[in-house]
């Protein structure tokens, strides 16, 4: 079974060899922001052990897959990306995949594709003695997975900085224990978990050395951080907020029922947090919410985005996620679904057609939206979103906002998480004052103040 996430980790760190120096090695990362920050620590990871981490994987020792499985279409990019990997590293070269496909796939399924070692979540930081050690003893199939039912066991997987520019993301929390009925995620992730409060501030503390002016809060279910614990995302957003050199502080993505009063109280207090909530709405429509199992009805989710305006102020950023032509989704219910995100004020919008993810109950379900329909409801729903986006930018034409520049580029953020940008020079890292001149499909232009 292996041993507990903490002392792995442990020892992987206290007996780091150098038994992959100089041998190149490829990390391809699919999916959510939480993937990518495992895909950082797996850099940092392997070259701690004397790996080269390439931006091409023909040729190399070893490839490495951090996967997706949020839908059967993540699931067919990752078998692609294993077959393609399995070529580029010919017979003799380690094909190692982890995260949540790989936590799934059959082992049969994984060796027929190719994959050489097989990493299940809360055991990645296993992938890369197990790399090493078919590297200097030879192939052969290895399989590292647990069964994640029950444990509520942190996997501390530390940033290794690779890459880094002027922000970070960081994850907080990791697993669900919500179930909607066309998420396969919480079978696949494990029931929610939480990182340390003195962990997180001290990887921050590492970051800011690093250079690093921003960070942003990850998890697959953030909202939910601390209450395995005794604590809460509100207590760790005022200990980040109390950090020396922090410029900004964002949150990822978060449930709207999550928002309770201490937190916003929280992020109202702090001096760093960015007015931007990415709260997903999924749909306006009571009858498909009830069948997605989201837990708020519209009304609720309305309320909602009100009630943060009047405590984070009327220029916060609320962006969302939209599922179009869920099972029994009819006209009136997505006309429901675009009323909503009007009358929510929604930013920027992320559309997603509705495609059955095999082992949740709405795969089964009836009430199929026809593929005509569910194309014509995705394209309007990106339209309004985008018109939705362009009309909330609008507001800061002819306004001055802090902008923190992005690296070799003469763009980057406001707080608002709008892209600005500007001719003439630009410090990395640095936040400047942009005099906003002009809007443009939800980007902004102007000058340096």
């Known amino acids: 079974m292996g041993l507990p996430g903490a002392a792995r980790s442990a020892r992987v760190s206290a007996n780091r060899t150098l038994g992959l120096r100089g041998l190149p090695v490829w990390i391809h990362v699919l999916g959510c922001r939480s993937n990518l920050c495992e895909g950082d620590f797996l850099a940092g990871d392997l070259e701690a052990r004397g790996a080269h981490v390439v931006r091409e994987a023909k040729g190399c020792s070893a490839a490495v897959i951090v996967s997706c499985s949020v839908t059967a279409e993540a699931d067919r990019k990752c078998r692609q990306a294993v077959r393609r990997a399995r070529r580029a590293v010919g017979e003799r070269g380690i094909v190692a995949v982890c995260g949540c496909w790989a936590q799934g796939v059959g082992a049969d399924e994984a060796q027929d594709l190719g994959v050489d070692v097989l990493v299940g979540n809360r055991r990645k930081a296993e992938l890369t003695e197990a790399v090493e050690s078919m590297l200097q003893n030879g192939r052969s199939f290895c399989d590292l997975r647990s069964d994640l039912a029950r444990g509520r066991e942190w996997e501390e997987l530390p940033a290794s900085g690779q890459g880094l520019h002027t922000r970070a993301f960081l994850k907080v929390q990791e697993g669900c224990d919500h179930f909607c009925s066309y998420c396969i995620i919480p079978f696949l992730r494990g029931r929610s978990t939480s990182r340390p409060v003195e962990h997180t501030m001290d990887e921050v ?110 220029d916060l950023h609320i962006s969302s996620d939209i599922l179009v032509g869920f099972p029994g989704e009819d006209s009136a219910a997505f006309a429901n679904t675009l009323r909503v995100m009007r009358r929510a004020g929604i930013g920027r919008a992320h559309v997603f057609p509705f495609s059955p993810r095999r082992g949740t109950p709405a795969a089964a379900f009836g009430g199929r939206v026809d593929a005509s329909a569910l194309s014509d409801r995705a394209g309007e729903a990106i339209e309004l979103g985008e018109a939705l986006l362009s009309a909330y930018a609008r507001r800061f034409v002819g306004r001055i906002l802090p902008v923190l520049a992005e690296d070799g580029r003469r763009r980057g953020y406001t707080p608002h998480f709008l892209q600005a940008a500007w001719p003439g020079e630009a410090v990395p890292g640095r936040l400047l004052e942009v005099r906003i001149e002009s809007e443009a499909g939800g980007e902004l232009r102007g000058c340096l103040v």
Not at 224 to 237: E, F, I, K, N, Q
Not at 270 to 285: A, R, T, V
């Open 205 to 314: 503390r590492r970051l800011l050395d690093a250079g690093c002016s921003e960070v942003v809060l990850t998890g697959i279910h953030l909202g939910m951080y601390g209450r395995d614990t005794g604590s809460s995302l509100a207590a760790l957003v005022r200990a980040l907020s109390g950090l020396t050199g922090l410029a900004r502080l964002r949150l990822g993505s978060i449930e709207p029922f999550t928002l309770d009063s201490p937190l916003l109280d929280a992020l109202a207090e702090s001096p760093i947090f960015c007015p931007h909530l990415h709260l997903p709405l999924q749909s306006g429509d009571d009858a498909v919410l009830g069948r997605m199992r989201r837990g708020y009805t519209a009304s609720d989710f309305i309320q909602v985005c009100d009630r943060v305006r009047e405590r984070l102020g009327p």
